[in-house]
């Protein structure tokens, strides 16, 4: 038997999804309601359902993304989801406390905007994160560098804050450039 979210899945279409909704900063999921109430916190878990299966998608014109964030999928809230070490992982409410001055250009598309030519966006080497796990607890996490997914958190907390890549080029000269394997992929241009 279908499943909404094979429903849901199937109607997306990132380009529909304009540039103003895009620049919108989210809601926080409400904790204190995620804890208390079984009904929100189904509400929270069936978006993260949601945001899994689009992590998992291939597109046709887009290869599997590493990276989704709310904003993404015009959802509401301030929820990301990466993968790492073969697994997705979500992060409810991710702050970034704290980044590093040091950092490096990389290239970089996006699932939104999907621009024909990958651009070149500084990414910190490493960020301290705060957010919320999927049992409502609180976590810090530090210098999470681009080994630990780092540059695709960045990207997608940005865009919950209402940041596009399109937002942030810089125009610096690449020295090396290494080979784009896969979109959404934040390929360091001078490798650390
Ligand atoms: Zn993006």
Known sequence: MPRIIDYLVQEYDAEEFSRETLH???????MRLFRSSPFYR?????????????LNMTFEDYPAPRGVSGANL?????IIGFKHQNKNKFCINPRI?????????????CGSF?????????????????????KGQRIIEKNIGRYQAGFVIQHEVDHNCGVCITDKIVKEQSVVQEPMEQLDREVPISPV
């Open 24 to 30: 919108r900063p989210l809601f926080d999921v409400n």
């Open 42 to 54: 189904q509400l929270v878990m069936d978006t993260i359902n949601y945001m899994d299966a689009h």
């Open 74 to 78: 015009g959802i509401p809230w301030n």
């Open 97 to 109: 406390l704290n980044r590093s001055t040091e950092g490096v250009v990389t290239e970089t598309n």
């Open 114 to 134: 999907r621009l024909e030519k990958a651009v070149k966006v500084f990414r910190s080497d490493y960020i301290d994160l705060e957010y919320y796990d999927l």
